[in-house]
């Protein structure tokens, strides 16, 4: 198998990977919206939801941690190396750091809350298990997490998309860019949040965001495996584009 389909058979692999979890935390722990709800609760929520929950949130952070070698492999290309070497380098990097950054956030669900959810079962240490929650997520969480990873998840999405704009797969380029935008807008969420401010319109951008993502790798994917060349023409330098 040629470099190039396996990148394709690991872009629609994360895709889907990405959703399984996804939707299984959705359905047995209200996420994403349990992130906005009060410590207490999350707590309550998290221990009722046993090994399971766990479990789900290790396989999210392991997604997470793929994305960085698919980054790595869906911005560089020989040819892109050739002619655009900076740029998909700088691609490659960037979507690295973005999946490192959204492991490092999701890996608090599986080492630390478990811990601050059964000491929150104590009366006694309820209250500075909900301060430290709180305090753990809205740094690892809202500051590394879904600021700091989306945005360079957001910066990635721009970079790949103008590279396969340039190259001619203007469907492809146009599902990055848009992707992009959503997650970009999104970030500002966790501004409206240190400022007080409700950020639920946000929210919605970062989800469509994602969602735009998962569309991007699964097509992205099915265009790898059918042939890196094709549809493609010889991309000019970006910095002439």
Request: aromatic share 8%; proline share 5%; net charge neutral.
């Amino acid at each position: 198998m040629s470099k190039a389909k396996a990148a394709g058979v690991a872009a629609l692999a994360v895709a889907l990977a990405f959703n399984a979890p996804y939707a299984t935390l959705a359905t047995i722990f209200d996420y994403p919206g349990v992130l906005r709800r009060p410590p207490g609760e999350v707590l309550e929520l998290f221990a009722a939801g046993g090994p399971r929950l766990g479990l789900t949130w290790y396989g999210f952070m392991l997604v997470a941690v793929a994305f960085v070698p698919l980054a790595i492999a869906l911005a560089i290309s020989p040819e892109r190396l050739r002619d655009q070497p900076g740029f998909a380098i700088g691609a490659a990097v960037i979507g690295a750091l973005a999946g490192l950054a959204q492991a490092i956030g999701l890996s608090r669900w599986v080492f630390v809350i478990p811990g601050l959810a059964a000491a929150h079962g104590d009366p006694a240490a309820a209250d500075a298990a909900e301060r430290a929650f709180e305090i753990l997520n809205l740094y690892g969480g809202v500051a590394i997490g879904e600021h700091i990873g989306q945005m360079l998840t957001g910066v990635f999405m721009l970079a790949t998309g103008l590279l396969q704009l340039n190259e001619r797969r203007r469907v492809l380029g146009g599902i990055a860019l848009g992707s992009a935008a959503l997650l970009l807008v999104g970030t500002g969420e966790g501004i409206a949040l240190a400022l007080g401010a409700d950020g639920g319109m946000l929210a919605v951008a970062t989800i469509a965001g994602f969602l735009g993502l998962s569309a991007w790798l699964a097509a992205t994917g099915v265009v790898l495996l059918r042939g890196s060349d094709a549809g493609a023409a010889r991309p000019r330098r970006l910095a002439a584009a």
